[in-house]
């Protein structure tokens, strides 16, 4: 029994490597920046089932080394000697973009302080933001810049920089960025969608759909309180519908191939515009290899997209698995691709399955009927797959989980696709100004009476789940034994298929 449970998760590696690799450059990672024992648990799942795979065990043992080095030797851990350091330091921005607190609006600079020296001691490469005032002239992001200020530390790896007032930033090494030009560029279009539509809020929505940065708390707030939230941000649900978009236009024009080029293209444009964050990161890497299959004749995994993510992610930013937006975004995706099958088995037995002989049998009415109950329950699956995974991590996280947001993840995420299909077009149409307004006009009347929805939910079923017992310990072996088990259904379903292909 336990020789065949090992052989099915080696099967399992053999066809996904690269999530292999990815999970093992995880584990590495989160070793190093904060070992507990429960990690051994989970080694041993990882590592024992492949031990007599010899290739497969030195790619995943090599990973985990590397991860472990990448943060070890690049990020080393640094403890501030006083809360509060004066001092003069290089900073090298990554990123800009718009903060709110309860108090006012800032401009966020994110990226690394090079070095940073104080009267007593030298620190090098720090994770570092800076928060500026809005108006007024600003720094830009094409230099390293010699800053003087105090450094206060927030956690073990996370450091903010306040900049001595009247202070000027000495710009020391100037590079080629695209910062500077995705900030101005996101700021424009956002200023296009408010002159375009009237309502504000409706506003700042559309605008997030498309540049995936909102600084509007109260509209946040409000997704939040139905869990909703991951709608704000750009993910594979919106390169998805763009993809969509793309190819139904490219397909009238070009051949199979060389619509997957544009469409690879016209979506790589995108990815620079909107920056390398966890999510869109992830996103593209998993469609783009999609793509570039097509191109080459090669069909791609999504499960091996999601391992090449990792991978991407965790070389570039190995700090990123502090994110929350890290750790949301892979790991709902992976419940998708392997808790979705199991959740749709045990939704069969309420919803059954029709063969293909069965459904051409049926009366005409019966089949819309049927596939209305397919649609749902895929719904209900994707819906279930991913709280299953998701909810007790956010329970560690914020200790309550609102059970309205089960229900509002079944329909909403249609709503806003609708949304966003209508967006994408009216921005294209920009040099035709009465087309454009008019695809806007639609949008927003549409778009404020699904924001209506969401900020006045039924108040009598405002019912959250609160707990603070969960410990690091617990989630982890949680999500050890449901991906174990997902693992094993898979290669079960897996085998089904290869002995019966008509399954």
């Known amino acids: 029994m336990f020789s065949n449970t090992c052989q099915a998760y080696c099967t399992f590696w053999q066809k996904y490597p690269a999530l292999l690799i990815g999970i093992s450059l995880l584990i590495g990672s989160v070793c190093c920046l904060r070992f507990q024992l429960y990690y051994l648990v989970v080694l041993a799942a990882l590592i024992l089932p492949i031990t007599k795979n010899l290739k497969l065990f030195c790619l995943s043992t090599i990973a985990i080394l590397i991860g472990f080095a990448s943060i070890l030797f690049r990020y080393p851990e640094v403890t501030l000697t006083s809360e509060k350091l004066l001092g003069v330091g290089k900073f090298k921005?990554?990123?800009?973009?718009?903060a709110s607190s309860p108090f006012y609006r800032s401009l966020l600079y994110q990226g690394t302080l090079i070095d940073f020296h104080t009267k007593k001691q030298t620190y090098h490469n720090i994770p570092c933001s800076i928060y500026l005032p809005i108006y007024g002239k600003r720094p830009i992001c094409n230099a390293t810049y010699?800053?003087?200020?105090?450094l206060e530390q927030k956690s073990s790896r996370l450091f903010v920089l306040k900049p001595t007032k009247k202070k000027i930033w000495k710009k020391t090494a100037p590079f080629f960025s695209l910062i500077e030009w995705r900030f101005s560029a996101k700021e424009l279009i956002s200023r296009h969608i408010h002159n375009q539509v009237s309502d504000r809020t409706t506003?700042?929505?559309?605008?997030?759909?498309?540049?995936g940065q909102i600084d509007e708390r109260l509209l946040t707030m409000?997704?939040?309180?139905?869990?909703?939230?991951?709608?704000?941000v750009i993910s594979g649900f919106h390169f998805a519908l763009l993809a969509y978009l793309l190819r139904s236009v490219f397909n009238y024009l070009f051949p199979f191939k060389t619509t997957a080029l544009m469409t690879l293209l016209c979506l790589s444009f995108y990815y620079v515009f909107l920056g390398d964050s966890p999510s869109i990161q992830r996103a593209y890497i998993a469609i783009a290899a999609l793509l570039m299959g097509e191109l080459i004749g090669y069909p791609s995994s999504g499960l091996n997209a999601i391992g090449l993510g990792l991978i991407v992610e965790l070389c570039v930013r190995p700090l990123s698995v502090l994110e929350l937006g890290f750790q949301l975004t892979f790991l709902c995706t992976l419940a998708i691709l392997l808790l979705y099958q199991p959740t749709e088995h045990v939704l069969s037995y309420f919803l059954p399955k029709r063969t293909e002989k069965e459904r051409k049998q049926m009366p005409v009415i019966d089949k819309y009927a049927y596939n209305i109950l397919y649609f749902l329950r895929s719904s209900f699956s994707v819906n279930i797959a991913v709280h299953i995974a998701t909810v007790p991590l956010l329970l560690y996280l914020f200790h309550q989980f609102p059970?309205?947001?089960?229900?509002?993840?079944?329909?909403f995420p249609y709503c806003v696709a609708l949304s966003c299909l209508l967006l994408f077009p009216s921005l294209i149409l920009y040099f035709i100004p009465k087309a454009c307004s008019f695809v806007f006009k639609i949008n927003e009347l549409f778009s404020t009476a699904i924001l209506h929805v969401t900020s006045y939910p039924p108040i009598k079923l405002q019912f959250s789940l609160r707990t603070d017992a969960i410990t690091p310990t617990m989630l982890g072996l949680y999500l050890t034994v449901l991906f174990l088990g997902a693992i094993a259904f898979h290669e079960k379903i897996s085998l089904q298929k290869a002995s019966n292909p008509i399954f």
């Open 222 to 232: 409000q997704f939040g309180k139905l869990g909703l939230q991951h709608l704000l």
């Open 403 to 411: 059970l309205l947001s089960i229900v509002y993840n079944l329909f």
């Open 146 to 150: 010699e800053i003087e200020g105090n």
């Open 203 to 211: 506003a700042v929505f559309l605008s997030a759909l498309v540049t």
């Open 93 to 98: 921005p990554q990123s800009i973009k718009m």
